[in-house]
């Protein structure tokens, strides 16, 4: 035996794609969430409370020919949507508040129900999704093979995609459908034709930023639990922080004589204070996608908060991978 051609050679067979790297990541992520019993659960449960919004849209569709439902749409849009002034126009001209009410409504329905199913969604499955890795050494298998670092991160995140996908985009379509489905007449397309746009638009400013966040938690430790922690923490803390600096600035403002200039100050005061929380930043920033922000320049504040994220966190598990195929 020759002793003269020992070392590393060159791999001359075939390779796949750069691009489609990723997807044998994500597959291999996928089926791995997938075996928990408890997952398929929770989305299917997910799915439940597309009833709701889909309810609201049918009664307000067939108002216009019932007095009873349309007093019904009144008390819905005035009261736990908070909106007198659409009830009105609801109630004067239907055909003019049609998109704003499917709007409201569809954005009711990401901001409550599948928010906080994402929330728990990403909190039970991102921290397995790195941290395992680093703990088992199995990146030492994934890194084996031609594949870049970002390669991996993005068919990791690939797997939350998939699942957030399935929690939130998929549902908000299938209610506009079925909001289509039940109105008296398909003439309804023509004044919602944008709204599935804005719903993915949405769905892009929900997923992307939180997708990147949870893998950066997860990335900085080796123990999961401590991920789902911080992740948990970030949502609840933030809230909590939210909510305590307007009330408190509610409690400070100044007499009556200087209402309306208070009710300014505090509006500004609480686009200031919402970037401490990630659920009321990402709830002003999809308001703006739904066309539902009235003051459209205080957006991108949060839009910059949520691309620092974003970016912040990619470099962060960039850096932790990095660090780990040096040793």
């Known amino acids: 035996m020759p002793i003269h051609d020992l070392g590393y050679r060159p791999w001359n067979g075939y390779r796949t794609a750069p691009l489609l790297r990723p997807i044998f990541v994500a597959k291999s992520g996928i089926s791995l969430v997938w075996r928990r019993r408890w997952l398929r659960l929770m989305l299917m449960l997910s799915w439940i409370p597309i009833i709701f919004p889909a309810m609201g849209i049918f009664a307000f569709e067939y108002s216009s020919s019932d007095p009873e439902m349309k007093g019904f ?24 508040a049609r998109h704003e009410v499917w709007s409201t409504l569809i954005l009711t329905f990401f901001r409550y129900p599948q928010l906080c199913a994402m929330v728990l969604l990403v909190g039970l499955i991102a921290p397995m999704l790195i941290s395992y890795d680093l703990r088992s050494k199995a990146y030492l298998l994934y890194f084996s093979r031609p594949l870049r670092p970002m390669e991996y991160i993005a068919g990791k995140a690939a797997v939350l995609c998939f699942f957030l996908t399935a929690t939130i985009t998929f549902p908000a379509l299938i209610l506009y ?4 489905l039940l109105s008296p007449s398909l003439s309804v397309v023509v004044d919602t034709w944008d709204i599935p746009l804005r719903i993915m638009a949405a769905t ?3 997923v992307i ?16 639990r401590y991920a ?19 009330f408190m600035r509610v409690l400070s403002g ?23 929380s990630p659920y009321h930043t990402l709830g002003k920033v999809e308001s703006w996608c739904f066309g539902l922000d009235p003051t459209p320049g205080s957006v991108w504040p949060a839009f910059l908060v949520l691309l620092v994220i974003t970016f912040g966190g990619i470099w962060i598990v960039r850096r932790r991978i990095l660090a780990r195929l040096s040793v």
């Open 73 to 96: 749409v009144t008390q819905l849009i005035s009261g736990p949507m908070r909106r007198p002034d659409l009830a009105y126009v609801a109630m004067t001209d239907p055909d003019a």
């Open 204 to 206: 892009l400013v929900l």
């Open 254 to 276: 100044p007499g009556r004589g200087r209402r309306a200039r208070a009710l300014a100050e505090t509006s500004i005061d609480f686009d200031r204070y919402r970037l401490l």
């Open 228 to 246: 789902t922690i911080s992740w948990f923490a970030t949502w609840i803390l933030g809230i909590v922080a939210y909510q305590i600096l307007t």
């Open 209 to 224: 930023p939180t997708t990147s966040l949870a893998l950066c938690y997860s990335s900085l430790t080796s123990e999961s």
């Open 177 to 180: 459908f079925l909001g289509i």
